[in-house]
């Protein structure tokens, strides 16, 4: 363990030599150490949610319950210094007798309770444990007994996913179903909450058009769902916002049941990712959503080749800024080939994963291996996460609640994304904010992700604010942004910023062009920032520069977190 009192220049040694350890080394090296224990802990008053740090997974499937080796996982989860894990419960598919007879239980699990045995376990060992959910399609005899809860497409036949059918976010299977679920769940096994990565329903580019669909629309806005997707008209652009409010119902109700049964610090905590197009795709307003959480659980497995290591700690500084920086984000970590064509049971390379997981913890990340099947014959997957997961044990202290430096903010919004990006978010919306972090991290210019909607809150921390592409702002943003410059911080914004509203339709000429004595087409394009704005920006680039030499060299006197 580094001791507290170290400077950061040596910690930063020390980590630069754990790193090339962590390349090498056996991970049946690392025992057992009782620290570890987040339920047994009655030192730590924090919430348990505070506390589990380390997390790991084993995704069941139908084939697992006949050859579940309990003994040797509990010792996997001691060996790795595992806090929490995620073990799979019901919804698609239940791993324990369900009282319900339409709860489709795995092929051959008979009368066991093998998620209940796994609860058992990890209670024992001191774990904490998220029962995961998998709520969004069922099986064909549940199809013919409830053909009112499914999703429809205009013409009336009921959407299909991997064969199974898909369930209606609006329909009683999210409002009594699954909540009925969660409490027969609660009552046998006592988790401490629930994690679910497929909770949202039907994405946006499918419309669904069953009745609960057409009556709860309808008793909302008085109009009928569109037929069809098209950003200009303001019907579609209200089940736009009718679909992101149902889905913060869906997560407010499910956690009022997981309080009601399992008590205040019994979670329904669902998953999120970190590419905001793809939230946006599913109507998971990550804004509000982490307004309502005490912890986050990402599903953010894996490198792409189009973002790179460094997208990882870009995602935990992102969600951080939105949770804020004292609470816990675990995120999935496959242990598995996750790319172009994935194999799931095979190995993924050491380098890759810890490369991808070191940058997360750099961002505020907390580590969750995530392995396929309790037996795989690939047994490199069982040695890659232990020293990663120790080497996070006995340096949380520098890799947990701290507080960012950067000067630095690049403002980002679903809103913008949603309404300037429409049918193409990750072309219009998501490039050219990635543009600019790609720029600022090569550049190795520290920045933070600002939300458009928290500018005001953020900004006095910050002295520059960029504007990537942010076309469709709100009247109180482009306020937030102004205030931001009249108190003396510089901007640099590019591409349509300011040239429309929250629902994209245009002004005359872009709401911010004044600041920038410029009353063209666009606020900047890339000439124009070149020469208009390059002032701007180099005296804080290096004003950042100073900055983080002055952090990385100088001795602190009290103890200081990375």
């Avoid at 205009?154 to 699954?178: K, Q």
Wanted: glycine letters at 8%.
């Amino acid at each position: 363990m580094s001791s507290p009192h170290e400077t950061r220049r040596v910690f930063l040694k020390k980590s630069a030599a754990a790193t090339t350890f962590l390349a090498v080394a056996d991970f049946a090296t690392f025992a057992t150490d009782p620290a570890v224990s987040v339920k047994t802990n009655s030192s730590d008053s924090r919430p348990w949610y505070r506390r589990a740090l380390r997390w790991g997974q084993v995704n069941i499937n139908e084939r697992d319950p006949q050859r579940y080796d309990i003994p040797w996982w509990r010792e996997y989860w001691k060996r790795t210094g595992t806090q929490g894990v995620v073990i799979n419960a019901g919804g698609i598919v239940a791993y324990y007798p369900s009282k319900f007879p339409l709860h489709y239980r795995a092929a051959g699990l008979g009368d066991r309770d093998l998620y209940g045995e796994l609860a058992q376990a990890a209670h024992k060992d001191g774990l904490a444990v998220f029962a995961r959910m998998d709520s969004n399609r069922v099986h064909e005899d549940f199809f013919h007994a409830h053909p009112d809860w499914m999703a429809r497409d205009a013409s009336g036949e009921p959407y299909r996913d991997t064969g199974l059918y898909v369930t209606c976010v609006n329909s009683p299977y999210y409002d009594d179903y699954i909540p009925s679920v969660l409490r027969e769940i609660i009552e046998r096994s006592h988790p401490e909450g629930f994690a679910d990565n497929n909770w949202n329903g039907l994405d946006q580019r499918s419309i669904c058009f069953c009745e609960n669909c057409q009556r709860k629309f309808h008793d909302k806005t008085g109009q009928s769902i569109p037929r069809a997707r098209n950003w200009d008209d303001p019907v579609f652009r209200q089940w736009i916002q009718w679909n992101y409010e149902r889905r913060l119902e869906v997560w407010d109700l499910f956690n009022r049941v997981t309080h009601e049964v399992g008590g205040p610090d019994c979670l329904w905590a669902g998953m999120i990712g970190g590419v905001v197009s793809a939230q946006c795709q599913r109507f998971r307003d990550c804004r509000a959503l982490c307004e309502r959480g005490e912890i986050m659980m990402l599903d953010e497995q894996v490198r792409v080749n189009e973002t790179g290591f460094q997208h990882n700690g870009e995602v935990g500084k992102l969600i951080h800024g939105l949770l804020g920086w004292d609470k816990v984000v675990p995120e999935s970590m496959a242990q598995y080939q996750g790319g172009r064509p994935n194999f799931r049971l095979t190995a993924k390379p050491e380098p890759e994963v810890r490369l991808w997981m070191l940058d997360g913890f750099a961002g505020g990340i907390q580590p969750w291996w995530h392995i396929l099947g309790a037996y795989g014959m690939d047994r490199r997957l069982y040695k890659t996460a232990g020293p990663l997961l120790r080497w996070h044990a006995e340096n949380q202290e520098y890799l947990v609640n701290r507080r960012p430096i950067a000067t630095v903010g690049v403002v980002w919004s679903q809103q913008n994304q949603d309404y300037h990006g429409r049918d193409n978010p990750e072309e219009i919306g998501e490039h050219p904010r990635r543009g600019w972090v790609n720029a600022l991290t090569r550049a190795r210019i520290p920045y933070l992700p600002v939300h458009a909607d928290n500018i005001t809150r953020d900004a006095d921390k910050l002295s520059v604010l960029i504007l990537p592409d942010l076309a469709a702002m709100s009247a109180s943003q482009i306020e937030a942004v102004k205030k931001f410059v009249a108190r003396g911080g510089s901007l640099i914004a590019t591409g349509d910023t300011s040239r429309c509203n929250e629902w994209r339709a245009r002004h005359q000429r872009a709401t911010l062009a004044a600041r920038f004595r410029r009353h063209s087409g666009t606020v900047a394009n890339a000439a124009q920032l070149s020469a208009t704005h390059a002032a701007i920006a180099r005296p804080h680039c290096r004003a950042a520069r100073r900055q983080r030499a002055a952090c990385n060299w100088r001795t602190p006197s009290r103890p200081e977190k990375l």
